[in-house]
């Protein structure tokens, strides 16, 4: 810490701790340490606010080319994700997936390059919904979910604790392991139910960093 300096030094986690550093290493009489995911802030006596996104960055009008869109890392998520893929197809559903390799990929299979976020970005545009699959305990929303909810777009997901968000309708986010799979197409071909646009900017970058 730079010496003299008197304002705040906020340490903001986006990541579950058990990725980064323990907060229990930092020394909190010159910081103040701050989180995205409620069971993390509750574990380790760390403050909450909401992840965020960029109302700045406007979704294009592009024609739907797939039902379902993934992009990340394995994270030892690939045999989940491949199981996932199966059905999907098994239900006619068009996907488009991108699995780059981390230190836990040991399976030999479908990876692919990394993408820019611009071209993450048309994807989305481009697709019916958004897959997003979280670490284990973790309770904070993704970046996957504010994507969703800022372009409009259904939400696939394991993270179970988005019940309790604002912006949480049955009609845009299917849970995975509560809903039954077999009726996710008809999930997908339902009506977008709208969100309130507060709502939605309640997760903004300029509402969030007030929110300190």
């Keep these: 810490v730079r010496r003299g300096y008197k304002n705040r030094i ?9 990725a980064c550093i ?22 380790y006596k760390m403050k909450y606010n909401t992840t965020y996104y960029l109302s700045s960055i406007k979704p294009q009008k592009r024609n739907i080319k797939f039902d379902v869109f993934f992009v990340g890392q394995d994270k030892g998520r690939y045999k989940l994700l491949q199981n996932l893929k199966i059905e999907m ?51 904070g929303q993704t970046l996957r979910a504010m994507e969703a909810l800022f372009f409009s777009k259904k939400l696939i997901t394991n993270n179970l604790s ?11 986010i299917f849970l995975i392991g509560v809903d ?10 339902a009506p977008y139910h709208k969100i309130n646009q507060e709502v939605i900017q309640k997760y903004d970058f300029n509402q969030w960093i007030k929110r300190f």
């Design 10 to 18: 906020i340490y903001w986690y986006w990541n579950p701790v058990v």
């Design 22 to 43: 323990n907060p229990r290493k930092i020394d909190r009489k010159f910081c103040e340490i701050w989180s995205f995911d409620p069971k993390d802030c509750e574990n």
């Design 89 to 139: 197809i098994k239900q006619n559903l068009t996907v488009d997936f991108h699995i780059t390799k981390d230190k836990t990929s040991t399976a030999k299979g479908e990876y692919t390059n990394k993408i820019s976020y611009d071209e993450v970005l048309q994807r989305i545009e481009e697709s019916r919904s958004i897959l997003d699959i979280v670490q284990n305990q973790q309770s």
């Design 162 to 172: 988005i019940m309790k968000m604002e912006f949480y309708h049955s009609n845009n």
């Design 180 to 189: 039954k799979i077999e009726s996710l197409k008809a999930f997908l071909l």
